[in-house]
């Protein structure tokens, strides 16, 4: 790797090459973390309150304290103050929206996996919407007890009355029949 950082700092080569230029590339994940959890502790009750005793503590020393112990006096407005409030929010400002940016990424994922996993339930719950009704129709189409029992006995009844043409002397193998259809 020291090799190849030679290569491009040759002295034939522009010096806009040769500058190293501080890269996020690894850490871009580790930076945008530090964003978010210093967003996160911005945004806390702890961090307003103890903002709040800071300031209330610089005020008061540095209006009452003796004019040569004063560090940021009261006569130039509290100029240190200012400052440091406003060197604070410069740095705040760009670290929230990079936490945002980072959440605003997340959601539109999560967002697409839920309209992805939707539409599965849609499809699955389509198909078992056609499968309860292919079972329905198959249902209607089966015979019931009630038909199969009557094609019995009319079948039965047929028999009988074949037997009865062919042998009229003979009704005992009907009425031996007649029992056990009941039975069904």
């Known amino acids: 790797m020291a090799r190849a950082d030679k290569a491009v700092a040759r002295l034939d080569a522009p010096k806009g090459l040769r500058t190293r230029v501080l890269r996020l590339g690894g850490d871009r994940d580790r930076f945008g973390r530090f964003t978010e959890a210093f967003a996160r502790a911005m945004g806390t009750p702890w961090f307003l ?3 709040t005793i800071f ?6 020393y540095n209006t009452w304290a003796p004019t040569s112990l004063q560090f940021d006096p009261r006569a130039l407005n509290f100029t240190l103050l200012t400052l440091i ?4 929010a ?5 670290m929230i929206l990079l936490a945002q ?18 539409e599965r339930n849609l499809a699955d719950t389509e198909y078992l919407a056609r499968e309860v009704v292919a079972l329905r ?16 006995r009319s079948l039965l009844d047929e028999l009988e009355r074949d037997r009865d043409e062919r042998s ?11 029992p056990e259809a009941s039975r069904g």
């Open 101 to 118: 940016n980072r959440q605003d990424d997340r959601d539109r994922v999560q967002i697409e996996q839920d309209r992805q996993r939707a």
């Open 85 to 88: 409030l406003s060197l604070q």
């Open 55 to 60: 300031c209330i503590f610089w005020l008061a």
């Open 49 to 51: 309150l103890g903002m």
């Open 168 to 178: 009229p002397g003979s009704g005992d193998d009907a009425a031996t029949l007649r």
């Open 137 to 152: 129709l198959a249902v209607k189409d089966m015979a019931s007890k009630d038909f199969i029992r009557a094609e019995l």
């Open 90 to 94: 410069s740095y705040a400002a760009p």
